[in-house]
């Protein structure tokens, strides 16, 4: 896992928190093979943010396998905690806060908010949302994204705090880079 500028650990946990730019759409899925076979090492991996951690040597027909079995997983599905600055959103249990004041959000807002978390300085088309967050029936022509991002930008900003969400005139959505928070970390969320 050692690579010519850091560990697969350090790229792993550079790729799911930002830092590494990427190509519009879901983020990648990780599967990590490696020679490192200590279960450390296999935690630490899968911690990080590997979706997968196989240990060489290993049957080619196992290697097939797992990466059939990750390319059907909804890509979106596979960070059950996501982290952008201040923000924490964890998937699995519906809760988003921002440093230590939880955020109360309907569905769409946390399901907008998760969208641009998978995304991080990303700007994202109005069109996009509609077509991914919202179902087959929604009228492209509604007032609906405007109006969701909206409510979500004044829950994700209260007075004093940084901007979090800022709309691209002509272009879309984004989440501003901000720094993480200084409240330190929930208490139930992993940091």
Not at 26 to 41: E, K, N
Not at 75 to 89: C, K, S, Y
Not at 121 to 148: I, K
Request: net charge neutral; aromatic share 6%; hydrophobic share 40%.
């Amino acid at each position: 896992m050692t690579l010519p500028d850091g560990t697969g650990f350090d790229l792993t946990r550079a790729i799911r928190g930002g830092q590494v730019p990427l190509a519009d759409g879901d983020p990648p899925r990780i599967l990590m093979l490696t020679a490192r076979g200590r279960l450390t090492d296999r935690v630490t991996g899968l911690d990080v943010g590997a979706d997968d951690y196989l240990v060489k040597p290993f049957a080619i027909i196992e290697l097939s396998a797992r990466i059939r079995a990750l390319l059907r997983r909804e890509a979106r599905e596979a960070a059950a905690v996501l982290v952008h600055g201040p923000i924490r959103l964890d998937a699995a249990r519906q809760l988003a806060w921002r440093g230590t004041r939880e955020l109360v959000l309907t569905r769409k807002e946390f399901a907008v908010l998760r969208y641009l978390m998978n995304r991080p300085a990303y700007v994202v088309p109005a069109e996009e949302l509609l077509e991914h967050v919202w179902d087959e029936n929604a009228d492209p022509f509604t007032q609906t994204v405007r109006v969701t991002v909206g409510t979500l930008r004044r829950k994700l900003t209260l007075d004093g705090e940084d901007p979090a969400l800022e709309t691209v005139i002509g272009r879309g959505y984004r989440l501003r880079e901000l720094p993480a928070s200084v409240d330190g970390p929930v208490e139930g969320v992993p940091a």
